[in-house]
């Protein structure tokens, strides 16, 4: 199994542990494979889900950029949804899991297809 299997079956045991969440596993694995090789730097892999310039960067570059979503509250209460399935306590948030949670709650899993 790949490095990148690998992540993405822990990706997979965190939706579904941690968030209460089947995954889609081809959303799953686009969604990872569109992080690129963040997945495998230990900082850029995860989501300080408390420091509010990474959740700007999590908007503008993921939500807007990616999703073509225009900015407005609703962004921001998204991630702060997405922040609150993952469990706010939970210090280990993987930014593919982010962004598969946000791209479900958006309903924007088209972009992956």
Known sequence: MSARDELIVK???DLKDKCGVSP???????VTIGCGPSIYNADAATVAGTQQSELD?????????????????NLDAGIDSVIEKYG??????????VYYLLAVHFKKESVYN
């Open 57 to 73: 960067t999590v908007k503008n570059n993921f939500l807007i950029k990616k999703l073509g979503l225009a900015d407005g509250a």
């Open 24 to 30: 889609n596993m081809d959303l799953l694995t686009k």
């Open 11 to 13: 990706y997979a045991a």
């Open 88 to 97: 706010r306590s939970n210090t280990h948030k993987y930014r593919a899991v």
